[in-house]
């Protein structure tokens, strides 16, 4: 049985809560990655997403030189211990639609991060796959809250206007 100490990747780049995005977003370029876990003290705290950046700091006027990460960030963060079994993980994965989880260790310490592509490279190719498939299922767009800025192609309010055009 494979465990995912033998597919992480080590070393993992973290950020602190009080780093501010602009750093964040820098280290996801420099590093190529659309996430970094938040940890305090070696604990993983949360995990800030490229998509956090965007949806809850720029899109919300937030300046990107001063707003914290700890005020975007993703707290309810799912994690595995890397201990665990790779099939028991990816089916983790699977459940939960993600692609990445940070790894801890027994002592609750940030020690690597595994990835779909982690599983994909080093792994089973069939257990990626059907992991892929299982993560990618679309759901249906919640579209209630769209700003005028949505446009028509959002539904927000430009294709309101065009309806009452036409």
């Known amino acids: 049985m494979t465990q995912v100490s033998e ?8 950020m602190m809560p009080a780093d ?12 190529n990655v659309g996430s970094v876990p938040v940890c ?6 949360g995990i800030v ?8 700091g ?13 005020q975007v960030m993703s707290k309810d963060v799912q994690w595995c211990f890397d201990d665990e079994s790779l099939d028991d993980v990816t089916r983790k994965m699977c459940d939960s639609q ?9 002592s609750n310490q940030l020690v690597g991060i595994v990835s779909l592509g982690d599983v994909a490279v080093k792994g089973d190719h069939g257990n990626a796959s059907e992991a892929l498939t299982d993560i990618s299922m679309p759901a249906g767009p919640d ?9 028509a192609a959002g539904g927000g309010a ?7 055009r036409s």
């Open 20 to 31: 501010t995005l602009q750093a964040a977003a820098q280290a996801m370029e420099e590093l």
């Open 143 to 151: 579209r209630s809250g769209l700003s005028a800025a949505s446009g």
């Open 158 to 164: 430009d294709a309101a206007r065009a309806e009452t």
């Open 98 to 106: 993600i692609r990445r989880l940070p790894v801890l260790d027994r």
């Open 7 to 14: 597919m992480m990747t080590r070393g993992v780049r973290t």
């Open 58 to 70: 720029v899109a919300q006027g937030c300046p990107a030189d001063s707003t914290t990460v700890d």
């Open 49 to 56: 997403t490229d998509r956090d950046i965007v949806l809850r």
């Open 40 to 45: 305090r003290d070696g604990r993983l705290v």
